[in-house]
């Protein structure tokens, strides 16, 4: 019997989504909430050109909300890898009586006992469910690429604030800031140059904002995702010619440590949250 995909937006996921998005709305307003009651005051209105001042404390208190918000948002996307997972094992079942549909009807057809349309039917359902077996699994990726780069946006925020044209890198996380504006449009030119290097194309695995972007509430609208472990012989080569160019990338090299599960190379500005989630 064939399965119907759920379809990515479950009420699963959007629920998890939205949990999230109230803990780091929660998060982020509490430290403002318990300093103005410790105080007993309201906050001051200050002149469009006074600066404002933070104590410590609130930047401590921020960092400690941020860093919470990431951890719910890991949660949040390990949730979601694991629905994937659940698909995958219903699809690879779909997958395994579709060819043994196609072996049957093989030899039906042989034996003449059925036309050649029959056949073609089968295999066209075959075909239909490698393709969202394939999708699933790229699903999959992205969300292992997303975790690695909140895990690296952790230990960025451990380390200054980034100067352009410095080249850092730290555990998992390799940084550059680069100076050149970037744009999706200029991902033609690093393709070339991989493809005259390495006779083959960039292996991209998210171009701009993707589903999973979208379900889990990243923008990833300027950025591109290519995967390529950055200690690989392609993944510096790729780096090396990024840095010539002065384009910003972050090379991360796994989910977690010693794992290269979600490496890959970032190129364009960091995801940031959207707001609405």
Known sequence: MFHKKPKVDNSSSRCAIALLAVTFILAVATPYTRAQKATGRKPRTRSANATPQVSKEEMKKLAEAASQSRANLVSASNAYRESLEKLLELLRQDESRAAETVRKRK???DLGVISRREL???ERALAETQGKIAETTRHIAEVDQLVAEVNAAEELAKTPAEIPGLYRSAGLVIR???ASRWALSDLSKVDAFFRLKFAKPLPLSAVGQTE???QLGFDHREAVDVALHPDS???QALIGYLASQRISFIAIRGAI???ATG???HIGPPSKRIAAH
């Open 257 to 259: 440590q010693g794992s």
């Open 233 to 235: 012989a392609e993944g």
């Open 212 to 214: 999973t972007h979208n």
């Open 107 to 109: 030899e039906l057809l």
């Open 120 to 122: 073609e039917e089968g």
């Open 263 to 265: 490496a890959h190379i």
């Open 176 to 178: 550059y800031a680069g």
